[in-house]
Nanobody, 121 residues
Framework: VTLEQSGGGLVHVGGSLRLACAAS?????????IGWFRQAPGNEREGVSC???????YYANSVAGRFTISRDSAKNTVYLQLDSARPEDTAVYYC???????????????WGQGTQVTVSS
C-alpha cells in the first residue's frame, strides 16, 4: 500500500481543517488500520487517532472530542477532521498504515509524506 496525503495549511484558533490520506493498493476496510500522527518541532512523533480495518476508532486524550477520523471506502481514503483547533495542534501530520492500531510510530511501516498544519492565534 502507498499513502498520499492532502489537506493541511493555516487555520485560526477555533477553526476547522480536514486532512485526507488516500491509499493505493488493497482496500483499507479489509486489510489495514490507518493511524494519524503529528510531530511538532523539537517533539517526538505522537499518535493522534487510529481506525482499524473493521472501523474501531481510537483518539488520543489531547484531541478526543475535537478531532474526528472517518473513512470513505469507495475512495479508499481516511480523513482526519480537526475542529476547535488550538495552537498546540500545530505540527506536521502524518498518516501511516499497519495491520492494527498502535500508538507507537515504529509499528507502522508505510507512511504518507506529511502535511503541515499551523494554528494561528
Amino acid at each position: 500500500v502507498t499513502l498520499e496525503q492532502s489537506g493541511g495549511g493555516l487555520v485560526h484558533v477555533g477553526g476547522s481543517l480536514r486532512l485526507a490520506c488516500a491509499a493505493s493498493g488493497p482496500p483499507l476496510d479489509y486489510y489495514y488500520a490507518i493511524g494519524w500522527f503529528r510531530q511538532a518541532p523539537g517533539n517526538e512523533r505522537e499518535g493522534v487517532s487510529c481506525m482499524t480495518s473493521d472501523g474501531t476508532i481510537y483518539y488520543a486524550n489531547s484531541v478526543a472530542g475535537r478531532f474526528t477520523i472517518s473513512r470513505d471506502s469507495a475512495k479508499n481514503t481516511v480523513y482526519l477532521q480537526l475542529d476547535s483547533a488550538r495552537p498546540e495542534d500545530t505540527a506536521v501530520y502524518y498518516c501511516a498504515a499497519h495491520y492494527g492500531c498502535s500508538w507507537y510510530p515504529s509499528d507502522f511501516s508505510t507512511w504518507g509524506q506529511g502535511t503541515q498544519v499551523t494554528v494561528s492565534s
